[in-house]
């Protein structure tokens, strides 16, 4: 008897809840692309908040990929166990949230049979990975108004109104909006203010709006978009603002933009931060950098 050729190995990490819990009516076929394409498919359902962290990070050896599928906060979680393991392995991503701004920004299919096919068909890419203080993000690291809205909306509202459920929980908030006095080191300067909103990104959408985060983004030239909005004297100006946000043609005195491979954010009272849509604590003083092409990620060929 001629010896088996011996199957590839994929650790597959999955959100059940996720986006509707779409996962489960396409659950079977996924695995199945999978198989056919050679590999052997252990399947881990997270339980809890952390638990795909913990099971990429305690793998055991002989994997080839690590393949998940839920939302950005499943990526980033599946991202930040391959970051602190001693091997990175290539990692796929079968998106199955409500926005999924970093597949978006990849190129991979909102079909979820189309996205696995693409983990086992496709080809590397070699991604930026932002480092936070100690912890690992993917797309966007942000604070102040609309940030909180992301882990403060609850998954049965995000699932059922998307994108418009960011926005909708954000302007509920507009009267009692508070700002942060920051200084902020970054290319040499330092800018200091009161701010209602930073962000640090590296996609081409963040909370399922494109464009918001400048033009020509590439997501492996080592560099971070950063946005960061002052505190308008009055609503009008505040009105301004969103305006510029969503259009880019619309200047505002109180949008600052800039690309960077790292800043310091420093600050006397602690700011809550979150960490590609997930609560990522609060902070004092926050020094971000981006790991030039860290991560290899699968995109369609």
Known sequence: MKGKIMAKQMLFVYNPRSGKARIRSNLLDIID???????????????????????????REGYDIVACSGGDGTLD????????????????????????????????PKSMLQ?????????????????????????????????????????????????????????????????????????????EGEFLYGMVTNSHSVGGFRGITGQNVALDDGLFEVTLIRRPTNPLDLNNI????VDKRVKSEYIYTFTTDSVKVESEEPVAWTLDGEYGGDHLKVQIENLNQALTIRVPG
């Open 77 to 108: 979680e599946v991202v930040t166990g391959m970051m602190k393991s001693k091997e990175r392995l290539p990692v796929g991503y079968v998106p199955a949230g409500s926005t999924n701004d970093f597949a978006n920004s990849l190129g991979i």
């Open 242 to 245: 969103i305006v510029a946000l």
């Open 115 to 191: 996205a696995a096919d693409a983990v086992v068909n496709g080809k590397n890419f070699a991604c930026d990975v932002g480092k936070f203080n100690n912890d690992i993000f993917i797309y966007v690291a942000a604070f102040g108004i609309f940030t909180d809205v992301s882990y403060g909306t609850p998954q049965d509202t995000k699932n059922v109104l998307g994108h418009a459920a960011y926005l909708i929980e954000g302007v509920k908030r507009l009267p009692s909006v508070r700002s942060y006095p920051l200084k902020i080191t970054c290319n040499g300067e330092v800018i």
């Open 33 to 59: 692309i999978f198989v056919k394409a050679g590999y052997e498919v252990t399947a881990y359902p997270t339980q809890a908040p952390g638990d795909a962290v913990k099971a990429v990070q305690a793998r």
